[in-house]
């Protein structure tokens, strides 16, 4: 097959596959060299962890991926101040901000674990996402807290004003989550474009705890120079009692995307494992990263031209990584196989520097 047809072949293999949304930030709890803003790049310290150490802890017990997890007992520490996004005066701040991202939808992802038997007395919650806070919020605040071992609370809040504009306790129909596996947390805003009102899901493990249209964000948009989103709290703090015994809890690969990825994201309720979502790409920093793969699953990276640039074989872990430093720019295609030859995914990386 010439160079040509080698270039309509792919074109068509990859014509469903755009570009799509952007990833803001990455945290994966290594400790590693390319770009990653929450834990490791902390404003006044040149040490990993540092001002995180009373509370926030990096752990190595069963890490999604890599070696590395990170951990914390709200019912003891009771604010991790893990502040992203903004330059507050108090907490973790990392180098990551989001006065430059305008966008009116936001996506953010990550896996988490309950230790078992936690007591939620009284009306104790800890608040697994803080997304906006007050006059550092921008246009909403949403929050996401977790009030029982299948109970949640959300609430929403429009800016300005901080006037509550949604406020649910909802139950996790897929039952007990205090059991010591990971969960996939996803928590999507559509703000809208046009008026005040949008939409946003909340869903664990593919399982829709909220999924709400016409809810009311902001008063106005653009309120903020276009920047909707200002900070994040995450991990965030507990609230609503007195806390009794232990309720420590385990994040790992938390993510930040301006908008749904393309590639393995489904708007279609699904109560499939982890193991069984589709593969996802993107690119941060030198590397690009491969995401959500299973155990011999193989990997083909071809150019535009539809050379194979590189192949990896009987991948063994969750997460891989390709290191684009002598790469040059431009569109590369990739593949994702099982160890079966089954077709898993397929799509686009735009390297460029």
């Given at each position: ?16 596959t755009?570009?799509?949304?952007e ?13 990653e803003?929450?834990?490791e790049r ?15 802890t990096?752990?190595d ?6 070696n590395?997890?990170?951990t ?20 973790n ?14 996506y953010?992802?990550?896996?988490q674990?309950?230790q078992?038997d936690?007591?939620?007395?009284g009306t ?7 997304i906006?806070y007050g ?5 909403f ?5 977790k ?6 609370h ?6 300005p004003?901080y ?10 129909s897929?039952g ?12 999507y805003l ?9 939409s ?6 593919g ?7 016409n809810v009311?964000f902001?008063d106005e ?15 965030s ?6 806390p ?30 982890a193991a ?7 690119k ?5 990263i ?8 193989h990997i ?5 031209t ?8 009987c991948i ?10 002598s ?22 990386i735009?390297?460029t520097?």
């Amino acid at each position: 097959m010439n160079g040509i047809a080698r270039v309509i072949v792919l074109l068509i293999i990859f014509s469903s596959t755009s570009l799509g949304s952007e990833i803001l930030l990455f945290e994966d709890c290594e400790d590693t060299a390319y770009i990653e803003w929450f834990l490791e790049r902390n404003v006044g310290t040149s040490y990993y962890w540092e001002e995180l150490m009373s509370e926030l802890t990096r752990s190595d017990e069963n890490p999604v991926s890599g070696n590395y997890c990170m951990t914390y007992d709200p019912w003891i520490t009771g604010n991790p101040h893990a502040n992203e996004g903004f330059p507050v005066t108090h907490g973790n701040t990392g180098g990551f901000l989001f006065d430059s991202v305008q966008t009116s939808t936001y996506y953010f992802r990550w896996y988490q674990r309950w230790q078992t038997d936690i007591n939620y007395s009284g009306t104790i919650q800890n608040k697994n996402i803080y997304i906006g806070y007050g006059e550092w919020g921008g246009d909403f605040v949403f929050v996401l807290a977790k009030n029982g071992d299948d109970n949640f609370h959300i609430t929403l809040r429009s800016n300005p004003g901080y006037v509550i504009t949604y406020n649910r306790w909802l139950t996790f129909s897929g039952g007990n989550l205090d059991n010591m596996e990971w969960h996939k947390m996803e928590v999507y805003l559509d703000l809208g474009t046009t008026g005040p009102t949008g939409s946003f899901f909340v869903r664990v493990d593919g399982v829709y705890v909220a999924d709400s249209s016409n809810v009311h964000f902001r008063d106005e948009i653009n309120q903020n120079n276009g920047v909707a989103l200002r900070t994040v709290g995450w991990p965030s703090n507990t609230s609503g009692g007195t806390p009794i015994g232990n309720g420590r809890t385990w994040l790992d690969d938390l993510e930040i995307w301006d908008g749904l990825p393309e590639t393995g994201i489904s708007t279609e309720d699904d109560r499939s494992s982890a193991a069984d979502a589709k593969p996802i790409a993107y690119k941060n920093g030198n590397v690009v990263i491969f995401n959500n793969l299973n155990q011999g699953d193989h990997i083909s990276v071809f150019d535009i031209t539809g050379r194979l640039i590189h192949c990896f074989d009987c991948i063994s872990e969750a997460v891989h990584q390709w290191n684009v430093n002598s790469s040059p720019n431009g569109i590369y295609l990739f593949v994702v196989k099982s160890d079966d030859g089954y077709n898993r995914t397929s799509g686009s990386i735009a390297i460029t520097r």
